[in-house]
């Protein structure tokens, strides 16, 4: 975890994990601001990748003040998750982990629970 990543395997599709995380999100009352289908886009142009998706989502709720105590950490939030298939069809959820994006930009601890969702969020939608 030297680059900060967490990934984590899915028991199910790309499609599959994508849908079961935007109904947790729906659930949990978490907005889901954009989801960017890499994938898709490639293969408008003509190019072919494994099926790849970021989900980008947050809470100002809980984001807000974590920008305004370190403003730098807006450039990592909203929080994202990318769900891909690799090269052995593993289905794969990537995600910063809380540890990394709290050293990078000097979040204090007080305001890391904030952002702690990201690893449940992930466990759920790969289970």
């Known amino acids: 975890m030297a680059d900060g990543l967490i990934h984590l395997r899915s028991a199910h599709s790309v499609e599959g994990t994508v849908n079961r995380l935007r109904e947790i999100l729906a659930v949990k009352g978490i907005t889901l601001f954009a989801l960017v289908d890499h994938s898709g886009e490639a293969e408008k142009v003509g190019l072919k990748m494994p099926p790849t998706k970021l989900l980008i989502f ?42 990394f994006l709290a ?19 992930a466990e759920a939608a790969a289970g």
Do not use: C, F, W
């Open 58 to 99: 947050g809470s100002p709720r809980a984001g807000t003040p974590v920008m305004l105590a370190a403003p730098s950490s807006a450039i990592d939030l909203p929080l994202k998750i990318l769900v891909r298939e690799d090269a052995e069809r593993n289905v794969v959820l990537s995600y910063n982990s809380i540890e």
């Open 103 to 121: 050293s990078r930009h000097q979040i204090p601890d007080e305001l890391t629970g904030n952002l702690a969702a990201i690893k449940a969020l």
